[in-house]
Structures are given as structure tokens and as C-alpha cells.
Antibody, heavy 117, light 107 residues
Framework: QLLLEESGPGLVKPSETLSLTCSVSGGAISSYYWSWIRQPPGKGLEWLGFFHYDGNTDYNPSLKSRLIISVDTSKSQVSLRLTSVTAADTAVYYC???????????WGQGTMVTVSS | DVQMTQSPSSLSASVGDRVTITCRASQGINNHLAWYQQKPGKVPKVLIYAASTLHSGVPSRFSGSGSGTDFTLTISSLQPEDVATYYCQKYNTAPLTFGPGTKVDIK
């Protein structure tokens, strides 16, 4: 059973870089497309981007200039790096993948990130 | 980029009612559409993928239909545990955009 767990700082200062990690267990990290999705408080879901071990990567155009998603197979971790954050980046951040079907059928529990000085 | 819209944005219905939520894509996406349920304070769960295929373990009162640009999610008999926000999402090509959501509660 594939399990995902996000981790990272709960508070980031404006203009700084947000770095999050998604730890993967129960499956081979190289086998899946890994996405990050976020949800600002009281708002809807926003897909941020995906990474696949074969090099296939794509990002939401609204974030493309600030976002990098990568995978560390030795640690079985998926990482998100978002630069120059503002209050608009305050959200719950989820990692997710399509393990057994189309659509995101495996999600982490999410990690709340607040951007504030 | 393809935009996703949903209607209504919220609805209130009685237990046992048939509920229908509509999702529209600004361009054709074949059947590459998923529906998610997110209960308050919880992680989203996939209900339907490929527009009409029920994900494993999802109650049969949920169904999906549509292709191209217009899609529907139907709850045949609304139950108290169905109180949630429902999102559609396209996944044919990036960006994998979500709809804005439809909040469902009990009258």
C-alpha cells in the first residue's frame, strides 16, 4: 500500500523559499507520476505540477517561474521548492499520485504552510 | 489552457434526493475527467475517473457521465455522509486543472 507523508516548515517569511518533502513508502518512487497540489484556507484545489523519474515534468503556468519539483530515489522522497513566496502561497500542500487508476487516488495528509513575517 | 467550471457552486438537498453536479471544460478533453469528494477538514478522495468509472470502494449511488466538454456527477440518493465539496479535474494534458468545487449540504 502506497503511503505518502508531507513535511516541512509551517511558517515561511515573504520573499523566501518554501521547501517541502513528501516521503513515499510502500512502492517504487520511480514508477509513478508525482504531483503537488495545494489548497488555500477556505478555497479550492490547485494543481502545481508533476514529476516523473523518466524526466517528464510539467508545471502550472501560473507558478512555472518559481517552482521546481524533484525526486530523490535514494531517500524515496518527492520535493517541492517554491521561490519568492507571498501571502498568496499560504495553503495546505498535498503530494499525490495515480497508483491504481486515473485521477489522484493516493494523497498525503497535507501540510499547512503559512507565509508571514 | 483549458478552464474548468462547475455548477452550481453550492446546493442544499434533502436526504434521499437525487443530486446532479455539472462540470464543463472550455475545450474537449475526451473522457479524461475525475471527480473528487472532500469532506470538511479531510483529504480529497477520488470518486470517479475516466468520466464514468467508479473508483474501488465508492458507493454505487455515485455515478458520472459525459465526454468532450460536458460532464455530470450524480448522487442517486443523497446520504448525510455525502456532505462535502465535490471537485472535477481534467487530466488529459497539463495543467491538470481542478474545477472550483460544488459544496453539498443537507437541507
Amino acid at each position: 500500500q502506497l503511503l505518502l507523508e508531507e513535511s516541512g516548515p509551517g511558517l515561511v517569511k515573504p520573499s523566501e523559499t518554501l521547501s517541502l518533502t513528501c516521503s513515499v513508502s510502500g512502492g517504487a518512487i520511480s514508477s509513478y507520476y508525482w504531483s503537488w497540489i495545494r489548497q488555500p484556507p477556505g478555497k479550492g484545489l490547485e494543481w502545481l505540477g508533476f514529476f516523473h523519474y523518466d524526466g517528464n515534468t510539467d508545471y502550472n503556468p501560473s507558478l512555472k517561474s518559481r517552482l521546481i519539483i524533484s525526486v530523490d530515489t535514494s531517500k524515496s522522497q518527492v520535493s517541492l521548492r517554491l521561490t519568492s513566496v507571498t501571502a498568496a502561497d499560504t495553503a495546505v500542500y498535498y503530494c499525490a499520485t495515480s497508483a491504481t487508476s486515473d485521477g489522484f487516488d493516493v494523497w498525503g495528509q497535507g501540510t499547512m504552510v503559512t507565509v508571514s513575517s | 489552457d483549458v478552464q474548468m467550471t462547475q455548477s452550481p457552486s453550492s446546493l442544499s438537498a434533502s436526504v434521499g434526493d437525487r443530486v446532479t453536479i455539472t462540470c464543463r471544460a472550455s475545450q474537449g478533453i475526451n473522457n479524461h475527467l475525475a471527480w473528487y469528494q472532500q469532506k470538511p477538514g479531510k483529504v480529497p478522495k477520488v470518486l470517479i475517473y475516466a468520466a464514468s468509472t467508479l473508483h474501488s470502494g465508492v458507493p454505487s449511488r455515485f455515478s458520472g457521465s459525459g465526454s468532450g466538454t460536458d460532464f455530470t456527477l450524480t448522487i442517486s440518493s443523497l446520504q448525510p455522509e455525502d456532505v462535502a465539496t465535490y471537485y472535477c479535474q481534467k487530466y488529459n494534458t497539463a495543467p491538470l486543472t481542478f474545477g472550483p468545487g460544488t459544496k453539498v449540504d443537507i437541507k
